[in-house]
């Protein structure tokens, strides 16, 4: 079956630091790959979307790249923010339909 | 902005009762869907529905679990005699189309049976 691994949390960072949250998957086809953002008493946000290798998603100075042949989707971002706190979940969906499986989440905080 | 709304924010509720988790979806989308995050584990899908009818449910979606469109606004998740282990937030979604993983989901709604 269709699973996500991400890199466990709480991630620490310093404001204006580099992020990465590591994000691998295993699937049967050519999933579609997601990162959805939660903040604080809040739903799940979706932040970028990439559909086939070698895709790049970005939104809000978010970036991550569809790696086929690693089965990665890893979430990158040149300079954090406070308000870039929050629990940070990686996705897939499969062809045949649309239902998302997820990944553990991470949680990301950013210290002034 | 669009948005999925939950109500309630938070429910408790004796083991063995019955509680409805109550949504309402985008009024333009036409494919809606129920989450849950047991503490500390992954976000599982339950069962996605679309034309007044479940459209796919994962092996979590048993007897004990329904859902309904009664009112062509709300869109609900029953589950009976709760049990201890469904403690957990509930998320509801929906969807214009399926596009995939393209959803807007509500905030949640945390169950806690007690």
């Known amino acids: 079956g269709n699973s996500v691994t991400q890199m466990e949390g709480p991630v620490t960072l310093s404001e204006e630091a580099f992020l990465t949250i590591n994000c691998t998957y295993t699937a049967t086809g050519y999933p579609s790959l997601f990162w959805y953002v939660q903040y604080p008493g809040e739903g799940l946000q979706l932040l970028l979307k990439a559909t086939k290798a070698d895709d790049k998603g970005s939104n809000k100075g978010f970036e991550a790249t569809y790696r086929k042949e690693t089965t990665s989707f890893h979430l990158e971002k040149g300079s954090v923010q406070v308000s870039d706190s929050a629990v940070y979940f990686c996705a897939l969906s499969e062809n045949a339909g649309n239902m998302l499986t997820f990944g553990g989440g991470t949680r990301l905080m950013v210290k002034p | 902005e669009p948005e999925v709304t939950q109500t309630p924010s938070h429910q408790v509720t004796q083991m063995g009762q019955e509680v409805i988790l109550r949504c309402v979806p985008i009024?333009?989308?036409?494919?809606f869907y129920w989450y849950r995050q047991i503490l500390g584990q992954k976000v599982e899908f339950l069962v996605s529905f679309y034309n007044n009818e479940i459209s796919e449910k994962s092996e979590i979606f048993d007897d004990q679990f329904s859902v309904e469109r009664p009112d062509g606004s709300n869109f609900t998740l029953k589950i009976r005699s709760t049990k201890l282990e469904d403690s957990a937030m509930y998320f509801c979604a929906s969807s214009e189309d399926r596009a995939r993983g393209s959803y807007t989901f509500g905030s949640g709604t945390r169950l806690t049976v007690v």
């Open positions: 009024s333009n989308h036409l494919y």
